[in-house]
C-alpha cells in the first residue's frame, strides 16, 4: 500500500490456514472472522505456535462492521461531524473499551439533514480544510495510555479535545484500548490486548474508507510514555502474523469487502519518551544509570548490588550483539573498561556523544536569564494529545550560561565550556547521570524482583504479575550461588520463579515471551530477533525524550532510532531535550503543534 514502506512480506500465507467465511462490506453484509496460528514468538520461548482453536476463531452471527453514514452528528458552530461509540469488532469481549470516536472537519463531507439530530453523510473529496482534502488528510489516532493503561474511548463529544487537529485539517479517531488495569471476570487488559484493540480500530477505518474522509495509507499514531511505547509497537509490528490469532478472536476486519487483506500498518508514529524495548530494559537501566548509584538497593554487600553490575555487564552483551552502526557506518559496541561496567567503545561513545548535542542544543536555544523547569504527566485522557502541567521543581535562576555550567560541576568537573563558541563538551557519562539522571527506580526497575513493577503487571495474566526478562532470570541463574549468600537473599527471587512465569499461557495459548515479543518493537527492527524483516514498519518516525527522566535509559530511544535508521528507514527524527523530564518533552514549541507540523511535513 502507498504510504507505508514494505520493509519485508509477511510469510503469513506459507504459514496460517485460514478459514475466510463471509466479510462484512458498507452495504450491509457481515463480516466473518478467520482462525490461525502465528509464528514462533522470540528466540528461548517454549509456547506453543498455535493457539487453541477455540479462542482463535471466531464464529460471527449478525453484527456488522459498516459504519452508519445515516448516524453523524454536526457542530453547526465549528463546522464539524462526529460519530461516537462505534463498535470496532464483531465479537467486541471489552465492549465498555472497544469503541471508537471519528471527528472530522464539516467540508470533508456532503451531508442531509435526518430530522432528528443526525446526519446522513457521503465524502466530499474535493473539499478543503486546512492544508488538506478529503482524500489527502492524514488520520491521527492518541494513545493515551501512561504506564500501559487503558484509554477510554470518547463517550461525549468535546471539540476543545480536537479543535487544533481538525482546524489543520486532520481527521481525528479516537479508539478505547484496554490496559494493565483492565483486568476483570470478563477479559484480560494485559499485552497484547491494548495494541490489538488499536490494530482492530485502524482496521475498522480501512474496512469503512469509503464512508470516512482521510487517507488511509496516512494513519499516525502518537502517544507519550506507555502510550509512545505502545505507538512504536504499532509502527514496527504493522501486519505481523503473531497478532492473527488475537485480532480473529475478535472478529477484527481481516479482509475487505471484495476479500482483500486489511492492514493494521500504520505511515508514522510519534513517541514521547516510550518506555518500551522490555526484555532488556532492567539490564539497560543499570548499565546506563545504576551502575553509578551505591545507596538502597544498589548498595555494597546486598545480592541486589551485585545484581546490579552483572545486569549491566549483560547490556553490553546484548548491545554487541544488536550490531548497531551509527550513522557512518560504525558498528556500535561497548568493551570493558579500568573504572566502571563496560564504560568504552564505541557505543559508549555514541551515548556520550547524544548527551552533548543535547546540552548544545539547549545552549543554543536558550537566553539568559534562565529559570530550570520541567514538565510533569499528572495522567492522560481519553483525547486530545497527553497533556502535562509546566511547574519550577526548583526556584534558581541561572543569570549568566557560565553559572549555570558551575552549578552542572557542583560535585564534580564533568563538563567543559567554550565562552567563544557557546558550547561545551561532556566529559563522562558517570558525572552526567550522577549530576542530572541519578536512577529513582530499585535494581529491577523493569522486571521487578518480587513482580511488583508495573511493566509485571502488563505482561502478566489477569492481575497476576509475572516475570518477563530472560536476561533477569539467565543472570541470576548464572550467580545464585552467590547472590544466596547474602543476608537480603530470599528463594522467591530464584532463575526457577522467572521460568515458571515464562511458561504461564494465555487463553490463546501463548506464553510470556512470545507476548513480550509482540509488545518489543526491536523484535521487528533488529537482526538479533526472529521477528526482523516480518512486518510492515512505518516509514516515519518522530521521536522526543525528556534526557532527565529516570523512568527508563536513555538508551531505550537511541537503540530505537539506530535501528530503524540501519533498517532503511529514511525518515527518523529523533531528539533528547536538555532540562525536561518523563514528558512530552520538545526543543521548542508545543508538543500538538510540533506533532502537527511534523505530519504535514512528511506528505
Known amino acids: 500500500m502507498s504510504g507505508v514502506k514494505r520493509i519485508a512480506e509477511t510469510e503469513f500465507d506459507r504459514r496460517m490456514v485460514l478459514k475466510t467465511l463471509s466479510v462484512a462490506a458498507v452495504t450491509g453484509a457481515l463480516l466473518t472472522a478467520c482462525s490461525g496460528s502465528s509464528e514462533s514468538s522470540a528466540t528461548g520461548s517454549t509456547g506453543a505456535d498455535s493457539a487453541d482453536g477455540d479462542a482463535t476463531s471466531s464464529s460471527v452471527s449478525g453484527t456488522a462492521l459498516g459504519l452508519d453514514a445515516a448516524a453523524w452528528s454536526y457542530d453547526t458552530g465549528h463546522d464539524a461531524y462526529w460519530q461516537i461509540g462505534r463498535t470496532y469488532v464483531a465479537n467486541p469481549t471489552a465492549p465498555d473499551y472497544q469503541t471508537l470516536g471519528i471527528f472530522v472537519p464539516g467540508a470533508y463531507v456532503t451531508a442531509t439533514d435526518n430530522g432528528d439530530g443526525t446526519y446522513t453523510a457521503e465524502v466530499n473529496e474535493n473539499g478543503a480544510a ?145 518506555i518500551t524495548n522490555l526484555d532488556y530494559a532492567n539490564a539497560a537501566y543499570e548499565w546506563n544509570m545504576g551502575q553509578f548509584a551505591t545507596t538502597g538497593t544498589r548498595a555494597d554487600q546486598t545480592w541486589t548490588g551485585r545484581y546490579s553490575l552483572d545486569l549491566a555487564a549483560a547490556y553490553a552483551v546484548h548491545v554487541n550483539r544488536l550490531k548497531l552502526t551509527d550513522d557512518r557506518g560504525r558498528r556500535l559496541r561497548l568493551r570493558r573498561s579500568r573504572d566502571g561496567v563496560y564504560l568504552r567503545g564505541s557505543y559508549h561513545d555514541h551515548l556520550l556523544a547524544v548527551v552533548q548535542e543535547s546540552l548544545n542544543n539547549f545552549l543554543a ?115 545464585e550461588s552467590t547472590y544466596s549468600s547474602f543476608d537480603d537473599w530470599d528463594d522467591a527471587y530464584a532463575a526457577a520463579q522467572y521460568t515458571k512465569d515464562f511458561a504461564s499461557e494465555d487463553g490463546l495459548g501463548k506464553n510470556v515471551l512470545h507476548r513480550s515479543s509482540m509488545y518489543n518493537p526491536m523484535y521487528y527492527l533488529s537482526p538479533s530477533y526472529r521477528g526482523y524483516r516480518t512486518s510492515q514498519v512505518a516509514p516515519h518516525w518522530r521521536i522526543r525524550t525528556g534526557l532527565m527522566q529516570s523512568d527508563t535509559a536513555s538508551t531505550t530511544e537511541i537503540n530505537l532510532a539506530l535501528a530503524l535508521r540501519n533498517l532503511g528507514i529514511d525518515d527518523v527524527d529523533f531528539a533528547t531535550v536538555w532540562g525536561q523530564g518523563h514528558t512530552q518533552a520538545e526543543r521548542t514549541g508545543d508538543a500538538t503543534t510540533n506533532f502537527i507540523e511534523w505530519v504535514k511535513g512528511t506528505a
Not at 152 to 177: F, K, R, W
Open 365 to 479: 536555544d536558550t537566553t539568559f536569564p534562565y529559570t530550570p523547569a520541567t514538565t510533569t504527566m499528572p495522567g492522560m485522557g481519553s483525547g486530545g494529545s497527553p497533556s502535562g502541567e509546566a511547574s519550577s521543581s526548583e526556584a534558581t535562576t541561572y543569570q549568566s550560561v557560565e553559572e549555570y555550567i558551575a552549578s552542572l560541576n557542583a560535585d564534580a568537573t564533568w563538563v567543559e565550556y567554550d565562552s567563544v563558541a557557546n558550547t561545551a563538551k561532556v566529559l563522562t557519562l558517570a558525572g552526567f547521570v550522577l549530576s542530572q539522571k541519578p536512577p529513582t527506580k530499585e535494581v529491577g526497575a523493569f522486571d521487578g524482583i518480587d513482580r511488583s513493577a508495573t511493566e509485571n503487571v502488563v505482561l502478566g495474566r489477569g492481575e497476576d504479575a509475572l516475570h518477563f526478562a530472560p536476561v533477569s532470570r539467565d543472570v541470576i541463574a548464572k550467580n
Open 130 to 274: 486546512g492544508d488538506y482534502t478529503a482524500s489527502t488528510a492524514p488520520i491521527v489516532f492518541p494513545v493515551n495510555t501512561p504506564g500501559y493503561s487503558a484509554q477510554q474511548a470518547p463517550s461525549e463529544y468535546s471539540y476543545d479535545t480536537v479543535a487544533s487537529y481538525l482546524a489543520s485539517g486532520m481527521v481525528y479517531v479516537a479508539a478505547g484500548m484496554r490496559g494493565k488495569d483492565t483486568n476483570t471476570d470478563d477479559y484480560d487488559g494485559n499485552a497484547p490486548w491494548g495494541v490489538t484493540d488499536l490494530k482492530s480500530a485502524v482496521r475498522y477505518v480501512r474496512y469503512n474508507a469509503a464512508l470516512i474522509p482521510g487517507d488511509k495509507d496516512r494513519i499516525f499514531v502518537f502517544g507519550h510514555s506507555g502510550g509512545g511505547a505502545q505507538s512504536t509497537v504499532m509502527g514496527s509490528s504493522g501486519d505481523s502474523s503473531l497478532y492473527r490469532p488475537y485480532l480473529a478472536s475478535l472478529g477484527a476486519a481481516l479482509k475487505d469487502a471484495d476479500g482483500q487483506s486489511i492492514s493494521d500498518a500504520v505511515a508514522g508514529v510519534m513517541a514521547w519518551c516510550p
